[in-house]
């Protein structure tokens, strides 16, 4: 079955570097996501892609965050200063179709900023 | 703006007992539901989903779900658990043509021996 890639599994990082989380979306796919999980909260919704642009963000998505698909196939989130409040689970997700039909996730980058 | 309650953050059942996971949302309009879960060390999967039609939809793993309208609620259900059924699931939900899902705070399920 198709699967949603994302590297690294972790990644620890100091405070006011930039970082840049990969992911490889299924091949046919045209809707693209970030997601992030902070330890015991909820998954939040941080930014949709399509068509080579941002589709919608959320409050979360500041100036801080990038998003851009280098190629044909990879779907990178980056985070240019990081603070410790951004250490969370960031999960990548894409579908062939709008959210209605479900998304496909990966696994998920557990951030860590120290 | 849509919210989603999942009530309980822990439930524990034993093996081979009735999973109940409650969920209710809030929504103006009809939203589209969902139900996913996540093991250990693992992505978010989608177990089943509500978009339009039969209110009550089957997914993997012998779970399912009601849509309930005038409940506002999608409750997850399993006549029996199997101890590999432990895992944290989330209730989502979209607003039709949406980009987002809104999730709830997830219920982490612990089966009993």
């Known amino acids: 079955e198709p699967e949603v890639t994302q590297t690294p599994s972790h990644q620890v990082t100091q405070m006011g570097q930039e970082v840049i989380l990969r992911c490889v979306p299924i091949?046919?796919?045209?809707?693209f996501y970030w997601y992030r999980q902070i330890l015991g909260q909820k998954v939040e919704f941080l930014v949709s892609?399509?068509?080579?642009?941002?589709?919608?963000k959320s409050e979360i998505f500041d100036d801080q965050f990038s998003v851009e698909r280098p190629d044909g196939s990879n779907f990178t989130l980056k985070i240019r200063s990081t603070k410790l409040e951004d250490s969370a689970m960031y999960f990548c997700?894409?579908?062939?179709?709008?959210?209605?039909?479900?998304?496909?996730f990966g696994s998920g980058t557990r951030l860590t900023v120290v | 703006a849509q919210s989603v309650t999942q009530l309980g953050s822990h439930v524990s059942v034993s093996e081979g007992a009735l999973v109940l996971l409650r969920c209710n949302y809030s929504?103006?309009?009809?939203?589209?539901l969902f139900w996913y879960v996540q093991y250990p060390n693992q992505g978010l999967q989608l177990l089943l989903k509500?978009?339009?039609?039969?209110?009550l939809v089957k997914g993997i793993n012998g779970f399912e779900a009601e849509f309930k309208k005038s409940e506002t609620s999608f409750h997850l259900t399993k006549p029996s658990a199997h101890m590999s059924d432990a895992a944290e699931y989330f209730c989502?939900?979209?607003?039709?043509?949406?980009?987002?899902?809104?999730f709830g705070q997830g219920t982490r399920l612990t089966i009993n021996p």
């Open positions: 892609f399509y068509n080579n642009e941002i589709s919608e």
């Open positions: 091949s046919n796919h045209l809707y």
């Open positions: 989502a939900v979209s607003d039709q043509g949406a980009q987002k899902l809104v």
């Open positions: 929504s103006s309009v009809p939203p589209y």
């Open positions: 509500y978009t339009t039609g039969a209110t």
């Open positions: 997700a894409s579908s062939d179709r709008t959210a209605n039909y479900g998304y496909t």
